[in-house]
């Protein structure tokens, strides 16, 4: 709780930075604010309190989230930093917004009242509706906006209306009140109806097919930055919201919606992988890697079980910090070369060898290659899918898999084994070496993957 | 708790028979008024009738043309304070229960508030030129 | 029971690393002491242990260093195991392994190559001993495959020849199909005792009837691998091209140490073979088998290195016949005597080689005898020794596993006595034409010929020594009670030997050295009359020659038959699935696959056509059909 507040007083902080002219100060602030706050989630582990009438249990599951989108959103306003330029007009603003997303993410992930639920994913939403259309001139980037405001609007009503039936059936919105009258009363029609159009307004928040259709445009018209935190903080919220409301309201009944999760999984995998392959853009085709791994981390939320929490949490990281590298890298090339074709990134490993390496890693991670964090994802989903004998979704998850390679590898393939005669790229200071750190990190977790997966 | 409603978790089709009965009558009775005013008001087509009325003042130009944003931003800002205004209601009616508790949320409901209005004169929002 | 057993290996590793890693800086001369000291060092520890057990202050044990492979119930340790056949193997590995490299230094003395060759064969040693150390099966293994790996680098260690790369190669691949039957044998134990660990499957397999179909397999997937390693039937033809590698490596690898290592398990096995009788028969036919096929092929050879190689496989196919007869002891004991004088003679043949300048063909050899005196007395003595001359050590060695086999079956002993006459032919017939008579290579090169220098004379002066000696380790019954190897040997082969004491066999002792002795008089005085009266040398034109000498002389056209039979249909195949199937089929299919990948993904991405409209409607089918769907699964619907 003490958690919250203080991130929510950074917000407001940060966005008096613009106007009250201590512009210079928002990002030491933020992060030193960031680090205070994620403290406090550590100094909080274990003690399982809970807040505002039984509203948020601040449980270990929502610390370690929290931890982690406040890590992703640490990164991104770094990186925002480096990148910002000085007309940069809401810079300030741009800062406090993403700190109130990422106070969103911490109630969504403490939720243990629907309400809160709701309310977590709403501040959220705003934030990066707003966010996206950050660059105000930008035709691309209003567009991407009010698309994604559209849909998300859309998706809000079945949210809405998901949690009405559910109040409608069990006469609660408190999580274990909610499991308790399912318990006794079973799966009646209007709690089936309402957790349907629960799973299909999170499916849409998660980017999941048949619910994806925004997720290309919107990453692709918001600034980088902005797709950056989206695609990392936004999703990984999401995905604990998800699974947390699963596993606190819906777990006993799983075998019911079990396969419906599955199934979209499945599709989802393979749509977003083979979609990805045809884009020339390295941003849309991140932005389809993005809904590939949405799949991929269904499965966790499908088998349900004691292992879940600790694959999603594990999978989040690794996502997280190949995500973040990997668009940083496009930011730098896009800078440089005014593109973001694979053409662009020629001789990446004679110019910039440093960039080249940390392509290189984030891609493996993000294609699953051992020794780097994101086959320990995969490893951990996949594995307790496998054990819980559903064996044709991993089936389908390693064929993707082995499809996702092809457009992984193409990045990393012009990086090393192709020339350029375009000068070295130049990039702020400090960008190399976070990039280096963040690749790090990923083989690090890649070699000794007990350090997270075992910690909720 | 404030959002408990007690209900008892078995309710069958027959409990919703009133909202069924309210449906009914709301969709008919706008049916009804629309269907009604046709028939029972006085018909008087000319010109100037069947013009735009904008409070007297003579209509100029087509109303479809985009103006400057600065009316919707008003506007928008009136209605989100408007709004708030509605939560003060429910905890006048309520002020004595809720007791010192209640001063204090919604003396910080108005705390934040007020930040927001600070920032929106800081940033120039209401300014007109 | 110290720790110092465990160096024994790690020497000769260290060795290794220094002289592999050195290579080239390291000066010939300090290659030379670390390559020739590692190996000497773990002589003396084996020494101490040895003489530890002498004395009766040494018990066998297992040194665990670390878990090594731990997954689900399989638990592989890193241990060693030291008890008196490991003794035995170490001392022999050790002993002669150091006496050859220390005469390499001498013959390797020009090769440029000189730093890597040593770093090649200390490494040889330390698999070797990791080999005869290990305490379970894998261990073992992995020493197997270290020999193995050793024995391709250095049998091709002048590669720049093509045929010499071709001989490693095909030593390499015909030790893979052992290699597999014995890794098969290896996962069949796991799967019967859950282990692979020398104590727990000898404990083990005590729960198992006699010819129980389990140990049957077993012992014969292993007795596979020791097919491949030891040269037997039907996998024998590597070794004789093995002899293109530099004679020490002949001597130490493909005589003394590397080719006994079947011998060595299945002595080390006896306890699973005592139970599986059937194998031990297979084990006596193929070893009798070869040990008379490769006798005939051996006397009708012109090239002095290879006739000691197919000496090598008959020699190796008495010690299986041996332990086919169950007299381990006796197998272990001709392994040691055989790893004397087969190394002496390979070396003695190696010096040879060396004073005429990398010449092998019998047919320019001769009259050396005067020009090499030492060289040809120890060789001589090598000659006496492996045609069982008494009182030399392979007299005591074959006579002893003649007598077993009388035993067990009359006819097996009289084919190995028969055997053992074409031993002294072929052995008295190569050192006639090396050493008597007229010299028959050119007159030029008589002038260069010298004896070699003292680094390669001594040790050849050691082993002549040990082979002439070597023999009173196992006096047989005839001679006294004092059988010291097999007693040496009990504690290992205890229930399943049969000690070679019974009286009744006296008689049968002494017909055996008064026939040899008289088989060997005719032998001298028939190859004087051949090679010395009348001069003859090997026929060179094949026309000419009687059939039987024709189909000897072509080694009975194995090779031959090998490459109709298994390798041509083989490249067949492959040449079919590489050019037709793959080509059309897997090609086509995958890249197929891809093609149709990225044709979807040219499909698909339509779908985002961009228009809000569109996305909207497709997100209420999808909608609809989530419903329905969830709804039915939850039979709500």
Redo the contacts between chains.
């Keep these: 709780m003490n958690l919250l507040i203080s991130l929510t007083a950074l917000g407001?902080v940060a966005?008096?930075g613009?106007?009250?002219k201590f512009r210079s100060m928002v990002m030491p602030l933020s992060v030193l604010g960031l680090i205070g706050a994620s403290l406090l989630g550590v100094y909080a582990w274990n003690t399982n309190q809970s807040f505002l009438?039984d509203m948020m249990r601040m449980d270990n599951y929502a610390i370690a989230f929290s931890i982690v989108c406040m890590a992703g959103t640490l990164l991104t306003i770094l990186f925002f930093h480096f990148f910002h330029s000085e007309n940069e007009i809401h810079y300030a603003e741009a800062v406090a917004l993403m700190l109130f997303a990422v106070a969103g993410c911490a109630v969504m992930v403490s939720f243990t009242?629907l309400?809160m639920l709701f309310l977590g994913i709403e501040i959220l939403s705003l934030s990066l509706y707003v966010l996206a259309g950050l660059r105000k001139k930008d035709l691309l980037s209003n567009e991407s906006s009010l698309?994604y405001f559209?849909?998300g609007a859309?998706s809000t009503g079945?949210l809405l209306f998901g949690i009405a039936l559910l109040y409608?059936?069990?006469?609660?919105?408190?999580t274990t009140q909610i499991a308790y009258?399912l318990g006794?009363?079973g799966?009646?029609?209007m709690a089936?109806?309402g957790?349907?159009?629960l799973?299909?307004g999170l499916l849409?928040k998660v980017a999941a097919?048949?619910?994806q259709?925004?997720t290309?445009?919107v990453y692709q018209g918001a600034p980088t930055i902005v797709t950056a935190f989206m695609a990392t903080v936004g999703k990984v919220a999401a995905f604990a919201a998800f699974l947390r409301l699963f596993q606190l309201c819906f777990a006993p009944?799983k075998e019911?919606?079990q396969?419906?999760i599955g199934?979209?999984a499945a599709i989802t995998m393979l749509?977003g992988n083979?979609?990805?392959?045809?884009?020339s853009s390295t941003k849309r085709m991140l932005a389809y890697s993005s809904i590939a791994h949405a799949g991929y981390m269904l499965i966790a939320v499908m088998t349900l079980n004691a292992s879940s929490n600790g694959s999603i949490l594990f999978y989040s990281v690794a996502y997280t910090l190949a995500s973040i590298s990997s668009f940083l890298i496009v930011m730098v090339v896009q800078q440089n070369r005014n593109n973001d074709t694979a053409d662009d990134f020629n001789g990446l490993g004679k110019t910039n060898p440093w960039i080249a390496f940390a392509l290189a890693v984030s891609m493996l991670s993000l294609s699953g290659i051992p020794a780097t964090a994101g086959f320990f994802g995969k490893f951990y989903v996949f594995s307790s899918a496998v054990s819980d004998g559903f064996i044709w979704v991993v089936a389908v998850a390693v064929i993707s898999s082995f499809?996702s390679i092809?457009y992984y590898f193409r990045p990393v393939i012009a990086a090393y084994s192709k020339q350029t005669h375009d000068p070295v790229m130049t990039m702020p200071a400090g960008t190399q070496a976070l990039l280096i750190l963040l690749s790090l990190l990923t083989i690090l977790l890649g070699i000794l993957p007990g350090f997270i997966a075992g910690i909720i | 708790m404030l959002l408990e409603i007690k209900t008892s978790a078995t309710s069958t089709a027959v409990d919703y028979f009133p909202i069924v009965i309210q449906f009914v009558f709301a969709a008919g009775f706008v049916a009804t008024t629309m269907f009604v005013t046709h028939i029972l008001g006085p018909h008087l087509k000319t010109k100037k009738k069947l013009k735009a009325f904008e409070s007297g003042i003579k209509s100029v130009g087509n109303a479809r043309q985009p103006f400057a944003i600065k009316y919707f931003l008003t506007a928008i800002l009136f209605v989100l304070f408007d709004v708030e205004v509605i939560f003060l209601y429910p905890w006048a009616v309520n002020f004595l229960d809720l007791g010192m508790g209640g001063i204090i949320t919604m003396g910080l409901f108005m705390v934040l508030l007020l930040i927001g209005f600070f920032y929106i004169i800081k940033s120039g929002a209401l300014d007109w030129e | 029971m110290n720790l110092s057993g465990v160096l024994i290996p790690f020497v000769p590793l260290l060795g290794f690393i220094i002289n592999g890693l050195g290579f080239p800086k390291v000066s010939k001369r300090w290659a030379a002491w670390i390559g020739c000291g590692s190996v000497f060092i773990s002589f003396l520890i084996a020494s101490v242990l040895f003489i530890q057990s002498l004395t009766g202050s040494f018990e066998s044990t297992t040194i665990s260093l670390f878990d090594w492979i731990v997954a689900g119930n399989i638990n592989v340790g890193f241990s060693f195991f030291i008890d008196h056949l490991t003794l035995i193997m170490l001392m022999i590995v050790t002993g002669v392994g150091f006496l050859i490299h220390v005469y390499s230094v001498g013959y390797m003395h020009d090769d440029e190559g000189f730093g890597k060759f040593f770093s090649y064969m200390n490494l040889f040693i330390f698999f070797m001993l990791v080999l005869v150390m290990g305490a379970n099966f894998v261990m073992m293994f992995i020493g197997w495959e270290g020999v193995g790996l050793c024995s391709y680098l250095l049998i091709g260690f002048w590669w720049k020849n093509r045929e010499y790369s071709a001989a490693a190669n095909k030593a390499f691949i015909m030790n893979r199909i052992g290699d597999l039957g014995f890794i098969l044998g290896i996962f069949l134990m796991f799967i019967t005792f859950g282990s692979s660990d020398f104590d727990k499957v000898f404990a083990g397999s005590s729960a198992f009837a006699t010819n129980d179909h389990v140990m049957v397999a077993i012992t014969l997937l292993l007795f596979i691998g020791a097919i491949g390693k030891s040269a037997q039937i039907p996998l024998y033809t590597w070794l004789p091209d093995a002899m293109a590698g530099p004679t020490p490596v002949s001597a130490l690898i493909h005589a003394a140490t590397m080719v006994t290592a079947g011998v060595y398990m299945v002595a080390r096995s006896n306890i699973l073979y005592s139970i599986a009788p059937i194998s031990l028969e297979v084990v006596t036919v193929v070893g009798l088998a070869t040990a008379v096929l490769s006798a005939l092929i051996a006397i009708t050879q012109s090239d002095i290195k290879k006739v000691l190689a197919y000496s090598t496989v008959s020699q190796l196919g008495y010690m299986f016949v041996a332990e086919g007869s169950s007299a381990y002891s006796s197998g272990i004991f001709h392994l040691m005597t055989h790893a004397f004088f087969k190394a002496l003679l390979f070396l003695g043949a190696g010096s040879v080689i060396h004073a005429l300048h990398h010449e092998q063909n019998l047919r320019k050899m001769g009259g050396l005898r005067k020009l090499l005196p030492v060289t040809f007395i120890t060789m001589f003595a090598a000659t006496l020794a492996i045609s069982g001359f008494p009182p030399f050590a392979g007299f005591f060695s074959k006579d002893e596993i003649l007598v077993a086999t009388y035993e067990k079956s009359p006819a097996v002993f009289w084919i190995l006595a028969a055997t053992s006459v074409l031993t002294a032919a072929y052995m008295f017939r190569l050192l006639f034409l090396t050493f008597y008579g007229e010299y028959r290579g050119g007159h030029h090169q008589h002038e260069h010929i010298h004896e070699s220098p003292r680094v390669m004379t001594v040790p050849l002066m050691i082993l002549a020594v040990l082979s002439t000696l070597g023999g009173f380790l196992g006096l047989p019954a005839l001679f006294g009670d004092t059988h010291w190897l097999s007693h040496y040997l009990e504690p290992v082969f205890a229930a399943n030997t049969r000690l070679t004491e019974h009286s009744e066999s006296s008689l049968l002792e002494i017909m055996i050295v008064v026939l040899t002795v008289i088989v060997i008089a005719v032998i001298w005085w028939w190859c004087n009359e051949k090679y010395v009266k009348k001069k003859v040398a090997p026929a060179i034109v094949e026309d000419q020659l009687p059939l039987w000498y024709k189909l000897s002389y072509n080694k009975f056209y194995v090779d031959e038959i090998y490459d109709r039979v298994i390798i041509k249909p083989l490249e067949w195949m492959g040449d079919f699935f590489y050019g037709k199937f793959e080509a059309n089929v897997i090609d086509g299919a995958v890249n197929g696959l891809g093609r149709m990948t990225v044709w979807l993904s040219g499909q698909l991405r339509k779908i985002q056509t961009g228009n809000i409209g569109f996305y909207v409607l497709s997100m209420v089918i999808g909608i609809v059909l989530l419903l329905i769907y969830g709804l039915s699964k939850m039979n709500l619907f």
Excluded: E, H, R
């Design positions: 407001v966005m008096f613009g106007i009250l009438n009242n309400l698309k559209l849909m859309f079945f409608g059936a069990t006469g609660s919105f408190a009258q006794i009363a799966m009646n029609g089936a109806m957790l349907l159009l799973m299909i849409f097919v048949p619910f259709f925004w290309p445009d009944s019911g919606y396969l419906v199934t979209v749509a083979i979609m990805a392959i045809y884009q499809i092809y």
